[in-house]
């Protein structure tokens, strides 16, 4: 987030020549140094335009989200679509994004003397780690700290209920859509597959934080969409297992997908048992520390081995932030915990959704592209179904006591991240051509986009 | 900090067999992603391997120095020292430090199936940048809140004595340390003056953080070290430019090294006048937006800016740092700001530190090694010089009133990584051979860890 230190790189730049722009040659140039501060000043100059950028944007637009009613969220990703490959291009995290944009090029250049070349390398290597990672590690925070409010009890009652809404609000959609596909517009097996698993995903992130940002996140209704939406996550991984494995060899072997389904089942069930047995005893141990923030650090690193955990036995990394917070749930130090953690979620987080808006490719609305035209017919055709999929999936609610039907299922609409990741593997295995990728991307933004006013509008009234 | 994200990657490890730990080949290995996969779970291993080892080590051993009366700060050094190039080989971050130790490699290997040759370009490439990412952010975030919460007033009437004090500071060793070198040692003069401008720096980061470990940051004599570290830095910015051009050219231009003190004065007088004229604007505005986070965002966008300017006008940027905490010193919002920025000091700061240890090599004391032998005999003259210097300096200190003039020698004692940048610069012009550059090490990390124990020791006497 800061430009890198100047003294783990040679120090002087302004050298011989009196101007402060024309830096080169300078001292440490003829001292054979001179290369190494060229790139790392051109490597600062990259990365604080790119934060800088970054946070503006967000702050700018999350600002007139707000004051116009909306959550804070929507402004940032729209601070992205502005910034990145829709937009100003400055922000280029795609694999297959394109370079950044000329005058951010020529800016660097200008700060720092180094070359073109070297200039576009910064920003698609270091700057892009750096950036994922920095997006990476908000996400990962903010589902730590949901975890760490989650009331456990209430998620484990809300269990059997979440778990319906989670099979409706997948059965639902993807049937529909995959009907829908091949009988209606004709299109080959393996793409509708694909497009219908899109339409089975929940963003846990974008829902959640919605649903923080409008303070509804630990009402009844809260929770149950919380729950549905993880385990939404790992149904959706299981049936991307099966969509990948159809696609490739026209079948799939049963014990993988029930493997993964294991594995997310034990995950969970650990995540349960030690949030009584291991919590309080490590949150315990930490507070004994010396360091005044120990707590804080034991947590961080127990939240990046659950990722990595999740990980490795093939789940999302994310939802072992979660289980990671949902341990340390109910602690004597996890609301102290939770402060800390604050700073950490601004500031990151932030970057992770600026960055989802700026990998969103808004030019597929091209409309004079005839794919487009295409496009945004079977688009129409799969934002009605992941939209009303998802609100009939709240209706399938079983619970005996009143719950907001509506507010659940369109907790469950927004697509978010993990809609595009269907999407972008659908296109590696080279099933889906241009039209039907179009579609899902566009699908995935109308749904993120509408899922706030939604819910906004459906706690309004229940209010 | 976390792996990321496992959406951003196919998602898919667990694949067609029932084993956890050979997830290749995976379904997504047929899919043709698997090998994104494969790099992105080595990927998130390694980078949650370094970082916990990190923070692991840094609490361990932070914890051990606290309990026997050290500051925390050297726990950090030795917890470097033992996972660094000098250690278990985990944390290699210099340039010519070798790849990680072979059971790291297995280790990520076991969890992610990738090969030796990519987990090698792991760690030297990603991580590394990421690690060091996360120091330049814990030194920068770390000077930012030092400059936030000193009171400008107190440095601005300090001022004077800071400057006799960091001047006598430079001058003292910088003569004494290239007369011994040359008449005693009869070493060539070029190497004479690359170790003795090693000797005329201070670590502003070590110092500070000791003091603030110690409770003494704020005292008189904490806040004329204060002002004389940062005078020091500059300072040693100004020599650097000298040494090189001398060692390079035979001369130096004056005209150079007067640009770099202009520079910097212009620079802190700018940071002086905007604490009036912008600091308490910029914070009312911030304040004044929705976002409850807005003045910590603001003052992370305005500190990376101020670093890179620090930098683009050839400053080191952690001035930039401690200039913007400076000018956003005594506000309203201030003391919220100093709470809001804690959590991220206590993360980052943590691996700055340890990354410091885990640069420095220590094999350099092999006494098999004759050219150890030498640098060892040059060792003991350096750092006698080093901290004799500096406390004379102290003694140097033109004041009416009655101050610890031996504690603000003590202060000024550690080299830190501004030494180690010394050394590593003149090794690079070739002026260094190997005997001389072990001295300077171990110069540096001498006066590094004997000035806590000293500054403690002087400080509890006058209590």
Redesign the interface.
Known sequence: ????????T???????S?D?WS?LP???A????GEGETYA?AF??AL?LT??LV??F??LF??IA??IGLP?VLGELVAGFLIGVSGIQILMLGNEGGPVADWAVNLVQL??GSDVTTIQEIFAG?VK??V??Y???G???LLFKIGLEADLKELIKVGPQAASVAIAGVVLPMVAGFWGLTAVFHLPIIPALFAAAALTATSIGITSRIMQDMGVLKTREGQIILGAAVLDDILG?AI??VA??V???GS??A??VL??VF?AALFVASAIALNKIFGPRYINFLAG??????V???A??F???M??I?????????LG?FAAGIILSDTKATKALEK?????V??FT?VFFVTIGAKTDLTVLNLANPESQMGLVIALFLTVVAIVGKVAAGYCLVSKEKVNRLAIGSGMVPRG??G??FAG?GA???ALTGAINVAIVLMVIVTTFVAPPMLRWVFARQA
Chains 1, 2 share one sequence.
């Not at 003829?30 to 140094?33: C, P, R």
């Not at 999740?310 to 994310?318: S, V, Y």
């Open positions: 987030m800061f430009p890198s230190l100047a003294f783990l040679p120090l002087l730049s302004h050298g011989i009196h402060l830096s300078s001292l440490l003829t001292a054979g140094g000043k600062a100059v604080t934060t800088v946070f503006v967000a702050q999350g600002e707000v004051r804070e700060f720092s270091p780690i750096l994922n990672d997006a990476a590690t996400v990962g925070v991984i991307l297992a990948i494995g696609a490739e060899h799939v072997e014990s993988s493997g993964i594995n520390l010396k360091n005044r923030y120990s804080l650090v034991g961080i690193v939240l990046a081995l990722g990595v999740a990980r490795i036995i093939g789940l999302e990394d994310i932030c800390a953690c604050d700073p950490l601004a500031l932030t991240e993990v595009l990741v593997l590696a295995t080279g």
